[in-house]
């Protein structure tokens, strides 16, 4: 099995289900344990994401919040894998901000996917790349110079326990980050990191 991300061959193992990339420093699922599309969805229809729901607006605030302070409503944006509750560009469209959402099971309009944006922002949901490396690309190409990528996700340290760790355990969950992974796509995709945390990413794209 090569990386999705860097192609490089996976040779040492983490656990019995994840790989370590030498190269990129990401966790990689064995693609053996990866779900069909009809049971990923299925998964994701369990998640109980009701936008009018304060604990998931507040977790979701991150994003949201930086948005709001760095971006103006007639910026154009794209809320990326917006999932069964489209939060975030709910919120920022009572704030009447010109966002779309855009989610391959739940708002698949790939017109959305034609347009370029100020603003991208991905919540929970690039653990979920099979191919991380095309869907970097992807948004990458859908930004406008000086646009920002804003990307939640739990970033892997090892000072987490990873075999009890619950990120690890969610079997959607296919490829885990490190600090290094991002400063790794970063640079392929020629992006300025603005702010890197164990949960929030944000880069840019220069002009």
Avoid at 12 to 25: F, G, L
Avoid at 150 to 162: A, K, N, Q, R, S
Wanted: glycine residues 4%; contains cysteine.
């Amino acid at each position: 099995m090569t990386c999705p991300l860097c192609s490089s061959l996976l040779i040492i193992q983490k656990d019995a289900h994840y790989y370590v990339c030498d190269t990129c420093k990401a966790l990689v699922k064995d693609e053996k344990e990866y779900l069909t599309a009809v049971e990923e969805k299925a998964h994701y229809e369990c998640h109980n994401n009701d936008v009018e729901d304060v604990r998931y607006q507040n977790f979701t605030m991150p994003i949201t919040q930086y948005v709001l302070d760095h971006r103006l409503p007639t910026h154009k944006g794209l809320d990326f894998g917006s999932g069964t509750g489209p939060v975030i560009s709910s919120m920022l469209q009572k704030k009447n901000y010109d966002i779309v959402p855009y989610d391959p099971f739940f708002a698949p309009d790939e017109t959305v996917l034609k347009s370029t944006y100020d603003y991208i922002v991905c919540c929970e949901v690039m653990e979920h790349f099979h191919d991380p490396n095309a869907e970097i690309n992807r948004l990458t190409s859908l930004l406008k110079p000086n646009g920002l990528l804003l990307m939640m996700t739990l970033v892997y340290h090892e000072g987490i326990d990873f075999t009890n760790w619950h990120y690890r355990k969610d079997p959607t969950h296919i490829f885990i980050y490190t600090k290094e992974t991002i400063r790794y796509l970063s640079e392929k995709n020629r992006l300025d990191i603005l702010g890197l945390t164990d949960r929030l990413i944000v880069l840019k794209k220069p002009v």
